[in-house]
């Protein structure tokens, strides 16, 4: 069963950044597709990126020029750097690979 290892959240202001990072452990081959979701209050979990193997990320439009998803190698670590924040994006934010989600880390963008 993967477990992840989610970090990176916090509070920011709008315009700011920060940098999400996820670690699928207990799994033994490489993730071939990993990503983010969030969730915002009242609102349904939605993609944020997806990285695949082999194929260009996936973002939301949402997020399109502002977020950027990576993955070093084969190894089981996805990180999503988030530039130009805005209050819009404040939800909790999920890693997801193999049909699963991470606890989450919540992200906050107020002034």
């Known amino acids: 069963q993967v477990e992840f290892v989610e970090s990176g959240g916090g509070l920011v202001q709008p315009g700011g950044s920060l940098r999400l990072s996820c670690a699928a452990r207990?799994?033994?081959?490489?993730?071939?597709?990993m990503g983010w979701y969030r969730q915002a209050p009242g609102k349904q979990r939605e993609l944020v990126a997806l990285?695949?193997?082999?194929?260009?990320?996936k973002y939301a439009e949402s997020v399109e020029g502002r977020f950027t998803i990576s993955r070093v190698n084969d190894d089981n670590t996805v990180h999503l750097q988030m530039d130009n924040l805005q209050p819009e994006d404040t939800a909790l934010y999920s890693c997801?690979?193999?049909?699963?989600w991470g606890q989450g880390t919540q992200v906050t963008v107020s002034s």
């Open positions: 997801y690979a193999l049909n699963s």
């Open positions: 990285w695949t193997t082999g194929a260009n990320p």
């Open positions: 207990g799994v033994a081959f490489s993730i071939y597709r």
